[in-house]
């Protein structure tokens, strides 16, 4: 497997990067061939937990993203890879050898994404020591925002504005989507935050700024 899952547009660059620890699932299962053919939002193609959980968080953020074959602006905007390039079932495979690798900045400089979703808040301090390794200087401004469950869990995601890019750390999608539940929506403010710049920019929705 590549460590990129969709298709490469021209909007890609300078669009959004969704960025994880590593691929999920079994290291020793069949690839499903479908690696660097079809964009990120394309259902037929990519219909897995993660993506899945991950866009439907995109919709109660107020961000709907079409499904079809036949993708937008906004929707070939859409990078993902992660930041090691293994497969395991859980992060608990991943070495700390993995985390050294350089791909994903690599990636960045190339493609200059103008936000970037980290999907483990586990990955931003990680980051944020690197991102000089993207081109990318220290953060205006960084700071966490806590969200409460309907049960009384907490959870962190993190903000940071870069000078070329916005950068957004969630909790995994596919691990607590069952305990996060309809609480994500009030992750609103920061996502939108995050990603206007290039919603603004390739979508046929009104300004996510007012």
């Known amino acids: 497997m590549t460590n990129m899952r969709n298709k490469i547009f021209k909007e890609s660059a300078g669009g959004i990067l969704i960025c994880g620890i590593n691929w999920g699932g079994d290291p020793n299962g069949k690839d499903d061939g479908c690696s660097g053919k079809y964009a990120f939002t394309d259902k037929e193609h990519n219909s897995f937990r993660y993506s899945e959980t ?3 968080w995109f919709e109660a953020w107020g961000i709907k993203l079409d499904r079809s074959s036949n993708p937008g602006p906004l929707e070939r905007s859409f990078i993902q890879t992660n930041w090691c390039d293994s497969q395991s079932k859980n992060a608990g495979g991943v070495s700390g050898h993995d985390y050294d690798r350089t791909e994903l900045f690599k990636l960045i400089k190339q493609y200059q994404p103008r936000a970037i979703v980290l999907t483990a808040v586990s990955l931003f301090p990680r980051f944020r020591l690197r991102a ?3 081109g ?3 953060p205006k401004v960084h700071e966490p925002y806590l969200l409460k469950t309907a049960t009384g869990k907490q959870f962190r995601a993190w903000l940071a504005e870069y000078d070329k890019a916005s950068v957004l750390a969630v909790p995994h999608p596919s691990r607590f ?4 539940g ?6 609103g403010k920061p996502a939108r935050a995050a990603l206007s710049k290039v919603i603004d920019e390739q979508s046929a929705y009104k300004p996510l700024r007012s």
């Open 54 to 56: 991950l866009i439907k």
């Open 132 to 134: 000089g390794e993207a």
């Open 136 to 138: 990318l200087r220290e």
């Open 177 to 180: 989507a069952s305990i996060i």
């Open 182 to 187: 309809k609480s994500i929506k009030d992750w």
